[in-house]
């Protein structure tokens, strides 16, 4: 593709990128690369460390963990038009899947320090991006065979539950709690466990409570329990 024809791409394509101006996104172009990739190569491998955002502009892409046997365990996909890698670029966690090309794959990488200066600093596109990882985090969460797949064990009271290795903030009006996890399993409402040293005024604004109200799960707030730096009230 020309930059034109990328530009309208992104535009037409990637929700991310539909509100930015053209010269925005022509130096964003500037500033990244096109690779692409063969069927069944690797774009991004278990345990990399975060290097770029990826725009799938062609092809088909699996996203898959290792199973309980040699299998391995598909627990997404991606198609032209998504984004992928928010999640290690938010947490600063390395990556915890396999990104294999199904097909012929061209991808728009573009850099951590392009996304956080072009992307980031702008509240819309953060907001987008915080809704594509509770949406995702919520589509593995709702097959239990994914989800355990996904999420390696932890020592939890429950049994045969996990503990994402991801960790999240939760954002409030007067200050932000770092180093949250989401536990499984999954709920029809959210919870947010507060310790009370977490609580102190100091650190959230919050009182010192063992649990938060539950909120319905088609609530805005809901977001705080699987996205980075969503708010929390």
Do not use: W
Not at 146 to 168: H, V
Not at 200 to 228: C, E, L, N, Q
């Amino acid at each position: 593709m020309t930059n034109p024809q990328l530009i309208e791409f992104l535009k037409q394509r990637v929700g991310l990128c539909k509100h930015f101006a053209d010269d925005r996104l022509d130096q964003l172009l500037k500033e990244s690369r096109v690779v692409s990739y063969e069927p069944n190569e690797a774009v991004v491998e278990f345990g990399e460390d975060a290097g770029f955002l990826g725009v799938l502009l062609e092809g088909d892409l699996a996203v898959s963990v290792p199973g309980d046997g040699v299998q391995r365990e598909v627990i997404g996909r991606f198609q032209a038009g998504d984004t992928f890698g928010e999640m290690a670029l938010m947490s600063g966690d390395k990556t915890m899947a396999d990104f294999i090309a199904e097909t012929r794959c061209q991808v728009l990488r573009i850099p951590v320090a392009v996304f956080q200066s072009a992307i980031m600093a702008d509240p819309r596109a953060v907001q987008h991006i915080s809704r594509t990882i509770a949406d995702r985090f919520k589509q593995v969460l709702a097959d239990p065979a994914k989800a355990a797949a996904a999420f390696r064990q932890s020592d939890l009271s429950q049994p045969g539950q996990f503990a994402c290795q991801e960790q999240l903030a939760i954002v409030g009006p007067k200050g932000r709690i770092e180093r949250v996890r989401v536990l499984g399993p999954a709920r029809k409402a959210t919870q947010v466990e507060i310790t009370r040293p977490s609580a102190s005024p100091a650190t959230s604004g919050a009182r010192p409570a063992a649990r938060s109200k539950a909120r319905p799960a088609a609530s805005r707030s809901t977001a705080a329990s699987f996205a980075p730096c969503a708010t929390f009230t």
